[in-house]
């Protein structure tokens, strides 16, 4: 369940974020404590009127929506939280709930855990420059009323990357931050973004990430490989040629310099689909040379098998989110398989295939 506790990110201005994209308004919004407390309110008494069974599947999902359709993304949301997390953990929505303070945000949990008694996991995301404010003390407050994780986007370790990304922060700022969040008992999850620093500063992006990653030995690092969307900040300085944007065989290397440079006890791993190398996953420092082996395989391979792996591996990724490859995929699929492998063309056209599929993936 997602308990928004406000609208749009405060900060809002990162280079390759495509939020604003999706809105015609994306202004930031606080929300008040009452509104917080009347959706959770009318969120159980939604779930009480229509799931009270324990046999709650897509057919009891539909028949309830047919009884309510104008509630439909309400009672979807309810129904499958029920199916498929057994009604038990919560999220606190909204770019970064740390901006509230400590009783408000305790009120909200404890209302929460009140309604749903069956929720004994509560996550939410957060702003390492925020985090970096708060102090340990409020982090506590805060595990002791039910919040277990925070996620954070680190992006990069660089200052010279996060400068020119315009996120909002430095590599202090999340080594404070993140520090604040485990000493408050708190479970840490990083987000990073190979091949955010380009070509300028791949190794640094790479070496640094590393160090600040080692100085906080977070539970868990995410990789989120960089997709330069139409339109945002990082789209105009990439045709400018402010920014130059890295191949899929750098971005690989970049991603084994890191992995190399890690040396703290830590979760790894590749779960997006705009990674890859799915391979890159286990606990480090122990699984370090099976992630560098399954690394070095893939740059072993021919310019040719790679862009062969490539396409495969965004076909695999494409199907898994969608279900299906769309028409359009298809037709491209079916005209590259009818012509000769031998043109020097084919692989030309192979690579146009992945861009394409890589620009509808869900990151």
Request: proline share 8%.
């Given at each position: 369940?997602?308990?928004?506790?406000?609208?749009?990110?405060?900060?809002?201005?990162?280079?390759?974020?495509?939020?604003?994209?999706?809105?015609?308004?994306?202004?930031?919004?606080?929300?008040?404590?009452?509104?917080?407390?009347?959706?959770?309110d009318n969120a159980a008494l939604l779930d009480q009127m229509l799931f009270k069974s324990n046999e709650i599947n897509d057919i009891s999902i539909m028949r309830a929506i047919s009884r309510f359709p104008s509630l439909s993304d309400c009672i979807l949301h309810l129904g499958y939280w029920h199916a498929y997390s057994n009604a038990s953990t919560a999220f606190l929505g909204g770019a970064n709930p740390l901006l509230y303070r400590k009783e408000f945000l305790k009120t909200v949990m404890t209302h929460l855990k009140k309604k749903f008694p069956s929720i004994n996991r509560i996550t939410s995301y957060g702003r390492t420059r925020t985090a970096a404010k708060k102090g340990s003390s409020f982090f506590k407050v805060l595990h002791e009323a039910g919040l277990d994780r925070i996620h954070v986007g680190l992006e990069s370790g660089s200052n010279n990357v996060l400068k020119f990304m315009n996120k909002g922060t430095t590599s202090e700022f999340h080594v404070t931050g993140g520090k604040n969040i485990k000493d408050g008992e708190i479970s840490l999850c990083t987000y990073i973004m190979p091949g955010l620093g380009g070509k300028k500063w791949t190794e640094e992006h790479a070496i640094e990430t590393a160090r600040v990653i080692n100085e906080i030995e977070p539970k868990y690092v995410r990789l989120r490989t960089l997709e330069i969307f139409p339109a945002t900040p990082l789209y105009l300085k990439l045709k400018s040629g402010e920014f130059h944007e890295l191949t899929e065989e750098e971005v690989i290397k970049e991603e084994r310099l890191l992995v190399e440079h890690i040396e703290c006890n830590t979760t790894i791993t590749s779960d997006s689909a705009a990674n890859l190398l799915l391979e890159i996953w286990g606990d480090l420092p122990k699984d370090k040379d099976k992630i560098l082996n399954a690394i070095d395989n893939y740059l072993d391979l021919s310019p040719k098998e790679k862009i062969e792996f490539s396409l495969k591996r965004r076909l695999e990724a494409y199907e898994s989110q969608y279900g299906s490859l769309s028409e359009e995929i298809q037709k491209k699929i079916k005209r590259l398989a009818n012509s000769l492998k031998d043109d020097k063309k084919y692989y030309d056209r192979m690579k146009k295939i992945v861009k394409f599929i890589r620009k509808r993936l869900i990151p």
């Open positions: 369940m997602a308990i928004n506790t406000h609208f749009y990110c405060p900060h809002g201005k990162c280079a390759f974020c495509p939020s604003k994209l999706f809105d015609s308004t994306p202004k930031f919004q606080r929300r008040t404590l009452d509104e917080i407390i009347k959706d959770i």
